[in-house]
């Protein structure tokens, strides 16, 4: 049995204005009772932070906040960035970093990753740094090597002293909003090279307390058996964290059955 927290996080991508924020905080809100067991977080888009920060505050609602994104600098003449201060000064807890969509799409590096994430840390920020392979190289028996290089640069010259301050995201692309998911046993496989590599750069006792998500259409029916794997420290959730009901089954897939 492990002794990490589950953390299931909601990426909401770039869904809800901060007026349907408003709303979906406030219906997770009805129906999330203080726990112990898991830790829930949502990030919602820049626009909407403050609203869902309105609403946790006033509610009491038991749900962490982060961000999908930031630049590693304080502040200065960076057009259409936000800085870390800036999530903190929002209550953030966490920021995502390194998801495949920037990566792809917004030509993030493991570079720029690297400055983020240690700027993130800096800061008290917790980065969730995503890695994952595509498809092709899945294909091609580079899975291993792929994540292992991922991870290493992702973290060069990072230091860690205590596992709360980093979590890792497993998320291979080929199953990212394409309701393709990887095997429960395929995803665990995943995530322990991804500790055993945490192991290679920080110890294994350390590794051991860093928190690894599964990400890739995950949805209420496929959480539980995701869950359950012993090296899978929870989930970072795309599509199923838009709609309350859905979002709701997957933070409590604890009471479901297991
Ligand atoms: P989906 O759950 O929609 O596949 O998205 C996964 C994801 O990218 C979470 O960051």
Request: hydrophobic share 40%; charged share 20%; aromatic share 6%.
């Amino acid at each position: 049995m492990s002794e990490r927290r589950p953390l299931i996080a909601g990426n909401w991508k770039m869904f809800k204005t901060h007026l349907e924020a408003t709303s979906l905080v406030q219906a997770l809100g009805y129906k999330l009772p203080a726990r112990e067991g898991v830790e829930v977080a949502i990030c919602p888009p820049f626009t909407a932070l403050r609203s869902a920060q309105l609403v946790k505050d006033t509610d009491n609602v038991h749900i962490e906040l982060g961000a999908q994104d930031m630049y590693w600098e304080d502040e200065g003449a960076f057009t259409g960035q936000v800085s870390p201060t800036m999530l903190k000064s929002l209550g953030c807890k966490y920021v995502i970093i390194g998801h495949s969509e920037r990566r792809q799409l917004f030509a993030e590096t493991n570079e720029t990753v690297n400055k983020k994430i240690s700027s993130a840390m800096s800061h008290g920020l917790v980065p969730i740094f995503c890695c994952g392979e595509t498809l092709e190289q899945r294909e091609a028996g580079q899975m291993k090597d792929w994540l292992v290089s991922q991870v290493k640069s992702g973290l060069a010259g990072i230091e860690i002293d205590n596992g709360s301050q980093i979590v890792v995201a497993y998320e291979p692309i080929w199953a990212i909003g394409t309701g393709m998911t990887a095997t429960p046993q395929d995803a665990n496989d995943s995530c322990r090279v991804v500790r055993e590599t945490l192991a290679d750069l920080y110890g294994a006792e350390l590794a051991e307390s860093i928190r690894i998500l599964y990400g890739g259409s995950v949805k209420p029916d496929n959480s539980i058996q995701l869950m359950i794997e012993p090296q899978i420290d929870g989930a970072l959730v795309g599509g199923a964290s838009l709609k309350a009901d859905d979002f709701l089954r997957i933070c409590n897939y604890k009471s479901a059955g297991m």
